[in-house]
């Protein structure tokens, strides 16, 4: 499986050994790297890179995947406002 990380400022395409956490495997069509990748590349991240991704399930189901989390429980969450949890990736309520 291959991942983009950064390393050394940079973004680069790397093999990995395992995907990290839960969920489900997507055949990947399209994955976009963003601002804040870049601004992530600028501060030495050494992360994942790219949020903005689409793909194809195991049963051809075609997928847009939002690059967000949140604490599924918080007011904010519940009413659709993801952005607004405090546990949200872009959160800071």
């Known amino acids: 499986m291959r991942a983009v990380l950064g390393q050394g400022g940079q973004a680069v395409l790397v093999d990995v050994d395992d995907v990290p956490g839960e ?3 997507l055949t990947m069509r ?4 963003c601002s ?5 590349l600028r501060v030495g991240t050494e992360h994942v890179l790219g949020h903005e991704l689409a793909g194809v ?3 051809g189901t075609a997928v847009a ?3 967000l989390y949140g604490c599924g429980t918080c007011a904010h969450y519940l009413d659709g ?4 949890c405090p546990q949200s990736t872009l959160g800071d309520c």
Not at 30 to 33: H, N, Y
Not at 36 to 40: K, N, V
Not at 81 to 84: D, F, K, V, Y
């Open 30 to 33: 399209s994955v976009g790297i």
């Open 65 to 67: 995947v939002e690059g």
């Open 81 to 84: 406002r993801i952005n607004l």
């Open 23 to 25: 969920g489900e495997l």
């Open 36 to 40: 804040s990748d870049l601004l992530y």
């Open 57 to 59: 399930r195991a049963d």
